[in-house]
């Protein structure tokens, strides 16, 4: 990894490691799949982090722009799934 996560460093310490945990579940999305259950639970999280959606789009747009990973088409790759099923994205 040759990026550095968007963070914002008014989070607290714990709210800083949960967005952290919501980009590494999207490389996983990328690298080798993970479950549909456990993107959504870390993509609630992170909604309540960053509720409001002009701030997560220019979080993600970041993240997307120094990873080339999208987080949007992801989490919408993971609302169409069922629950217990895997997502990989390409």
């Not at 460093?9 to 080798?32: C, L, M």
């Not at 993600?60 to 799934?81: D, L, N, V």
Request: negative net charge; hydrophobic residues 30%; proline residues 2%.
């Amino acid at each position: 990894m040759e990026y550095q996560y968007p963070i914002d460093y008014n989070w607290s310490t714990d709210e800083i490691v949960d967005v952290i945990h919501f980009f590494e579940a999207i490389e996983r999305a990328y690298e080798k799949g993970i479950e549909r259950d456990e993107m959504m639970n870390v993509y609630r999280r992170f909604k309540e982090i960053v509720p409001s959606k002009a701030e997560e789009k220019t979080i993600c747009g970041e993240f997307e722009e120094m990873s080339g990973y999208s987080s949007y088409r992801t989490i919408q790759k993971a609302k169409q799934a069922s629950s217990g099923d895997r997502i990989r994205m390409k």
